[in-house]
């Protein structure tokens, strides 16, 4: 496969414009690394949605007492400037495959979007809050704690219902992470990338990555060129095509998000492709909705995968949990499909019992799955720090699924880690990992 | 007592170690005594079936986790 | 805890075989204490060498031991006071099952009634390392009594540890058998690059090392079964969210820790007027619109009134199982079953996502 194929066709040029700073200005415009934002440009990019009423915006940065509460999506602020396609395609743009030609990025920022949905939600359909803390001891729980945070908070519209408000924000969002990204567009970049899956040398190991997204319904979509992935069928994806932003995130249940610049930042892809022509021939992706309705389409969504692992050739696979309680059913029998395959799995996993519980730490399992990775336990109280400000809506807090307010979201409390923004993922990227005693 | 879960992932009921399960068939695990693309009373039917499914499996002897379908 | 002086004295328990005072039929010798130590203690006096000595022995036979706890627990906190006891080390036990099952026993009484630390060693199958799950110490030993010298070595020097309460790492680190208590550190590599380790580990034939064990669940004896339906009294119990409109009781669509008891007398069905789900695990759009189709109350009121079951409860037990700390679950479960017997059901039926 590797040997026969032209990979020229599939090279993405990635160049890398790092930001260290980002202030407020007459002029939206990039100087070496300080980006400075007009908030008018911002605000009439906003404007051109109905849903949306007003909105403000203001920065966080790494290690600054800021605690931002109703985030509902971080994205990265890039442009494409060759080859077909926009970056965030069926959003931006028509649908066209993307992952070649070249694309700018504003590294070491985000645009982080927060509102508060006007009608009230519960149940599968509901909002599920997680809180960002730029320092103290929750800061490597959550995801965007790492990058300076450009906050756009949006007021709704009259009127607004949860899901015009829901598509509004993202679509804004998004269009604010192209027009920041094209502030680098006549720039030199500080570092080019040239990403692709070069044809290597047979003997290195063939591995591919099946990354488990979570879509149900609203409140938890995730998008694919802008289509929401419901009962699809599990499908490959080349990497290239993720970090132009392929894969858009509309997941609100806290715990099991992936935020829109992580999933165009995917750890285990970035970590492939760097090893890639090293100690292994990373052969593709294949993503698989978690979360099937039913034991036989569980069964079925983890079989269909590993068979396209299969015919990609792979002798070993990196399986990565996302989801719920459930969704274990269907990453284990993934796990075990790989297995059947004769596809070596490793099972890449966050533990869904609390720390020092005692407790089993997966809630389903598969005897495949003897080569586990565990991103560690999410579930451990500390003290969230006391913070100077609040970003991202007003000052009450609402956690726990409901059950416990705060009413002054700058104090310090007694905290779940698992209310921490996207908790699951950062856990790995943080480098814990859980041991027994 | 005896007590039969009525769940769709009978095999996650299998691995916390209970020992009567039901597992019906045209249902999902978000009504688990529902099918609603069915008749109203065409969906009460199938939901009496399924209860004397439950039942039944109550009545059964059990070694140890078992799945009945329904 | 009582402070550890700086050389540790050690009670070892032994039983009579291991004391060197008698065959199986001492097994059925009540608790005595010996000055000292005896038998295989020797061992442990020459390893703890200046750290400390086994000031006494306490010896029980295996069989008395079962049924008798109350006084081999008399003699041991009698002869911790008498000898200023700061350690326990009880056995090695190896494969004797009984033995092993005394030796958990003293340790954990050790730790828990007289605030002591305490080791004991055994094989991997014996029984008696159930004990690790109540928080003992115990290392793993191999099967046979040959392997006695390299085992003494290493209950003196966790033991000495634990009397100095040091800190210890993780069971893989310190040599003790894991007890299932995980806790999150901080490593050099993200869970992705170990990812990748592993997965190449594997694919090359080498040896890799899983971070999460997999073992079997505890297993419940299964209640004998049901008797003639027209006897039956079913309750129904869910953890599906099922609550009155209102949510009187507060239940939380996630990490909940409270359940309720909803009346449906004089029902012959639950109705979307006065009922719903709240659970953030699931849809609750179909059961909302016929709540039925969670707790199917209609189809049992049916079978109520043809006397195909004798009575169907007139309460539903409801919880939200979302996200739900286990611990909690397992209480709201106790609490719930002990009620559902009070109200003299004789048989569950629990609808679950």
Known sequence: MNGSVNHRELCLEVHEHPVTAIVFGDKTVLEGTRLTVNVADIRAIAAEEDALADIEVAVARPGEAVRIIHALDAVEAMTKVAGPGTVYPGFLGPPLTVGRGTTKKLTGMLILSTTEFPEATSGGLGYREGIIDMTGPGQPYCQASNYINLVVSYKPGQGATNQELDDAVRRATLRIAQFIGKTSVNLAPAKITKYELAPVSPDLPRIVYIDQIMSQTLMTRTFIYGQQLVDSLPTLIHPNELIDGAIVSGNYKNLQKVATYLHCNKPLMKELYRRHGVDLNFVGIVINRGHRDTFDLKEHGAQYAAKLAKMLGAQGAVVAFEGGGGATVDFMLTVKACEQLGIHPVAEMFEQAAVGSGEFPIVYHVPAADAIVSRGATSEMITASKMDRVLGGSHRLVLYGGATVIEDASQSFAVATDEYWGVNWQLGESRFVAREY | ?70 | MSEARQSINVLHFLNPFFAGIGGEESNDRGPQVEVGSRGPGRLLDQHLASQGKVVATLICGDNYFMGHESEVAAALAAAVKAHGVDLVIAGPAFSAGRYGLACGWICEFANQQLSLPAVTAMSMENPGTEFRRRKIYILPTGESVKSMPEVMPRLVQFGVKLAHRQALGPAEAEGYLPRGLRYNERVGKTAAARAVDMVLAKVRGEPYQTEIRLEDQERVTPPAPLGPLDQAVIAIVTEMGFLPHGNPDRIASSRNKVWGRYSIADMNAVSAEQFMYIHGGYNTQDVDQDPNRGVPVDALRDMEREGRIKELIDEVFSTCGNGGALTEMKRIGEEMAREVKRRGATAVIIPAT
């Open chain 2, 1 to 70: 007592m005896p007590t039969v879960i009525v769940t769709c992932l009978q095999d996650v009921a299998v691995q916390v170690g209970a020992n009567r399960i039901l597992r019906p068939h045209r249902s999902t695990f978000h009504r688990p005594f529902g099918v609603p693309d069915l008749e109203l009373d065409r969906e009460r039917a199938w939901r009496r079936g399924a209860v004397e499914a439950a039942l039944k499996t109550l009545q059964q002897p059990v070694e140890g986790p078992q799945v009945f379908e329904y």
